[in-house]
């Protein structure tokens, strides 16, 4: 029964890049469980292997050592099953297509009907404040509105899984309190799984519900923190002192990791 | 703006005048040794002023003046009945066709070759060599072989012709479609992975269209490197049409004129075919969205 609820399930996964001088240890002995339904922060030092560890999860790297299952299969059966939708670091838009044709791009590759296609573009672009900006080719918007397209497009197939990559990382602040708002309410809507990668304290404090903690050198997992909050959060509670606790819990931590060089 | 426009006017007519002055300077220069011989043999009095005059009005000059090309141009392009053999437009239109028909199977084997290239390792081992090595042969020594060759089964006019402007093209085609093909960003490829796109949809809606500047810059290059083809493959063994066979029968009978007639017509022929190529890719680049 607990079986069905995993969605990621990893035991000591090993990532060495072989590169021209020498072996890069990207991960080391990552151990991580996620459940459905999780909001899962990974934060940490630059080069920590964030990046690496939600591409493994992604199947876009092939860990060297230990096992890793995502909904109980290999991460590859996984991405053909079009388990998860991926935003990358960079917006990583195309840019001969419009911002509709760019959110419609995954639609069209999974064969989606056309009436269907434009309800959702229209749907997913309305959950990142966009609507209007249809036609519009991606070197028209600023880089955060570009950020916001390709968090919309990974929303248009209603994956269960979200992988995100510092998805509001080029964002100003006011701009990423209100998307992390809204993309709480969908969280907490839809009841989706995400792995997200923050540089943010207050964010990942704010929409996780366990908050993984890394350090360099090799890449590794140094702490899991469960979120105390409530599972409705509000941004106002980032005044109360339950908040504020967690917080510096979390930066301890990082500064723990840091302390190793 | 408008001070840019007329001050590249200007330039653009000084560079003219410029070149007509040395044109003329240069028309009684290499003739006038012919004409003197000429003058000392018949026992003419001249003078200098004849010997310009008589410079820039022979009949079969060495150099002749831009005066007497424009003349023959006039002549050939306008008072001649189109289907006429000494309609300069009828030539043309026989060097056109065939060099449209040379581009069009060119820029298929090119783009077919670079699919294949990019998309089968060992093609990419195998085929790139022969592709360069097929281009260090001098299309004068082979336009000869595949005009003949083709002519004793029996295929002639267009189709041979065609073949060699082809045989030019295909290859900044080749070339350009593979570096296109491969110009989409890893992350970009990687986002199609995640979504399990097929190879057909990897190539339609990623490397397809990422290729389109790589495209057009080869296709700019090669049209005109078409039409190079057809005149060379006019050349060779007789052939009664096309500019090619104008710039023979020319040379033969040692009309100088009507060599730089031809010539004219078929520079003007490669600038146009390289702008309508200018015209279709910025319409291209507008339907993409290219910020222009
Ligand atoms: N393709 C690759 N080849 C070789 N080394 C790589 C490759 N990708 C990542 N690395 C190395 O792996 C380590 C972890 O990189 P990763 O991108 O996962 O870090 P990150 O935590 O995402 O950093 P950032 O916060 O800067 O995005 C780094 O030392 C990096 O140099
Ligand atoms: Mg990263």
């Known amino acids: 029964m607990e079986e069905s609820t995993r969605v990621v399930e990893s035991c000591k996964v090993d990532l060495v890049f072989e590169t021209a001088d020498s072996p890069v240890h990207a991960l080391s002995k990552i151990d991580l469980d996620i459940n459905k339904g999780d909001f899962v922060s990974l934060i940490g030092p630059s080069g920590c292997g964030k990046t690496s560890l939600i591409r493994v999860i992604a199947d876009l790297e092939k860990p060297t050592g230990g096992e890793i299952k995502v909904n109980g299969f290999s991460p590859e059966e996984a991405r053909l099953k079009r388990a998860y939708g991926y935003v990358f670091q960079s917006p990583a838009l195309y840019s001969w297509r419009t911002v509709e044709g760019n959110l419609k791009l995954p639609l069209e590759i999974m064969g989606i009907e056309k009436a269907e296609q434009s309800k959702r573009a229209a749907e997913a672009l309305k959950m990142v404040d966009l609507t209007g900006f249809e036609k519009k080719f991606p070197w028209q918007l600023s880089g955060g509105m570009q950020q916001r397209v390709s968090i919309a497009r990974a929303l248009t197939f209603y994956p269960d899984l979200l992988l995100m990559d510092e998805p509001f990382g080029a964002l100003d602040e006011i701009v990423r309190d209100q998307l992390n708002e809204h993309f709480h309410k969908l969280w907490e809507q839809t009841q989706k799984t995400v792995v997200f990668v923050t540089h943010s304290i207050p964010e990942a404090a704010y929409l996780s519900t366990k908050i993984v903690i890394m350090s360099p050198r090799p890449g590794k997992i140094i702490d899991v923190i469960d979120s105390p909050l409530p599972k409705k959060r509000t941004l106002d509670m980032r005044e109360t002192p339950e908040f504020l606790d967690l917080s510096h819990r979390i930066r301890e931590g990082l500064r723990a990791g840091h302390s190793y060089d | ?292």
């Open chain 2, 1 to 292: 703006m408008n001070w840019l426009r007329t001050s590249s006017f200007v330039s653009i007519s000084t560079v003219l005048a410029f070149t007509a002055v040395i044109w003329y300077a240069a028309a009684v220069y290499l003739n006038s040794a012919v004409l003197i011989d000429k003058y000392e043999r018949h026992k003419v009095e001249w003078d200098f002023s004849k010997l310009v005059d008589d410079s820039w009005s022979m009949d079969r000059p060495i150099m002749p003046a831009p005066h007497q090309i424009i003349f023959d141009l006039n002549k050939s392009i306008f008072k001649q009945k189109i289907s006429s053999k000494r309609s300069l437009i009828y030539h043309g239109w026989v060097t056109i066709s065939s060099t449209m028909v040379g581009f069009a199977m060119g820029g298929i084997l090119g783009i077919l070759l670079a699919v294949g290239i990019v998309h089968v390792p060992t093609l990419n081992k195998s085929v790139l060599p022969w592709i360069i090595a097929s281009q260090t042969i001098p299309i004068l020594a082979i336009a000869p072989m595949i005009i003949v060759g083709l002519g004793a089964i029996g295929v002639t006019g267009l189709l041979p012709k065609a073949i060699i402007s082809a045989y030019l093209c295909f290859f900044p085609i080749a070339i350009g479609m593979v570096k296109g093909l491969r110009s989409p960003d890893p992350i970009h490829l990687d986002l199609m992975k995640t979504y399990n796109a097929s190879k057909s949809q990897n190539f339609w809606k990623l490397r397809w269209p990422a290729s389109t500047p790589f495209l057009f810059a080869s296709f700019k290059v090669s049209i005109a490197i078409s039409l190079v083809g057809a005149i060379v493959g006019e050349l060779p063994a007789g052939a009664r049409a096309g500019l090619g066979a104008r710039l023979l029968t020319g040379s033969y009978y040692g009309q100088t004129i009507q060599i730089w007639s031809a010539l004219i017509v078929a520079s003007v022929l490669a600038a146009t075919l390289v702008f309508l190529m200018t015209l279709l890719e910025k319409g291209v680049q507008k339907r993409m969205g290219v910020r222009l």
